[in-house]
């Protein structure tokens, strides 16, 4: 038994749409619907009728929906006493974030909370922003911290946690400078050789943000290596490889230094804004004090 059947079965009763349900639970359709299945054989009945439309319970999924939302409540009610027992010890401050926001933003700020936040104890989960949104909903972090958009949907119900805005950076293009010179990289005035292009895996949220960037003009871009981890990219961009995006605060020390240098203006930017996310019921005392410093 995984407690995510349980949280997945109660929310495809509510919407009774599979595609709806899979989208809220932040995993692909045929994965969700895989755990539903698991589920349905862990207990050895149908749980939902799968030829009506919309989708219904079954007459054994409606005798399970309260005893699944009576588990996932003690699941967590018990969990959350357990964690006030061991305040003697302090609890983790448990962090889902971005790898970028790790690196280049929040071990700098936890570093300046310890000497304000008396025995702070901090645990980071960094991954990509599907997984971070998914330990969060599921209770396993208590805070959320990743970049937004204007122009990128949000991939999870942002409406049922507190958000706070934290700051704004710039989405940039970049090079490294005895490079783009040698090359003539320069976006706003592209010659007529290619452009070698170092950019993230599509279906990532970096990904989706240079894609609305580069929209539907056509810059003579040559892709030649792709990577979901930014600092990779960097390391790449960093040897002459091509040019990338990268958040400004990332390559802040080289374009200070000269090495790197920006290959596009303004047109070429976008504006990330940092936002941080919780339940505010599920904070203890010094997960608001974390809350407030933010």
Not at 46 to 67: C, D, H, M, N, T
Not at 120 to 143: E, H, M, P
Not at 153 to 173: C, L, N, S, W, Y
Request: charged fraction near 20%; glycine fraction near 6%.
């Amino acid at each position: 038994m995984d407690i995510n059947w349980l949280r997945d079965f109660t929310c495809l009763a509510r919407v009774l749409n599979f595609t709806r349900a899979a989208e809220e639970r932040n995993i692909t359709q045929s994965a969700f619907s895989r755990r539903i299945k698991s589920l349905e054989n862990w207990l050895g009945v149908p749980l939902i009728k799968r030829s009506s439309y919309p989708v219904q319970l079954s007459e054994a999924g409606q005798q399970f929906l309260p005893v699944a939302q009576e588990a996932i409540a003690n699941l967590s009610d018990i969990r959350q006493t357990l964690r006030a027992q061991e305040q003697g010890r302090t609890a983790f401050q448990r962090f889902a974030v971005l790898h970028t926001i790790s690196v280049n933003y929040l071990s700098h700020r936890i570093a300046e909370f310890e000497d304000r936040i008396p025995n702070l104890r901090v645990r980071i989960y960094s991954d990509n922003l599907s997984t971070c949104c998914q330990l969060l909903s599921d209770g396993t972090c208590d805070f959320l911290l990743y970049y937004r958009h204007k122009d990128v949907q949000p991939v999870f119900e942002e409406r049922h946690f507190a958000r706070k805005d934290i700051g704004t950076e710039q989405m940039i293009p970049v090079a490294q400078a005895n490079a783009a010179r040698a090359g003539g990289w320069d976006l706003d005035h592209p010659g007529r050789l290619q452009v070698p292009y170092l950019g993230y895996d599509p279906s990532s949220f970096l990904g989706s943000v240079v894609d609305q960037i580069i929209g539907t003009r056509s810059p003579p871009l040559a892709l030649r290596y792709m990577d979901a981890l930014t600092e990779a990219i960097k390391r790449r961009m960093l040897s002459g490889s091509g040019v990338a995006w990268l958040p400004e605060s990332v390559v802040s020390d080289e374009l200070a230094s000269g090495q790197v240098t920006q290959v596009g203006g303004s047109d070429w930017q976008a504006t990330l804004t940092l936002s941080l996310f919780c339940s505010l019921e599920r904070l203890d005392k010094t997960g608001e004090q974390v809350w407030n410093a933010l």
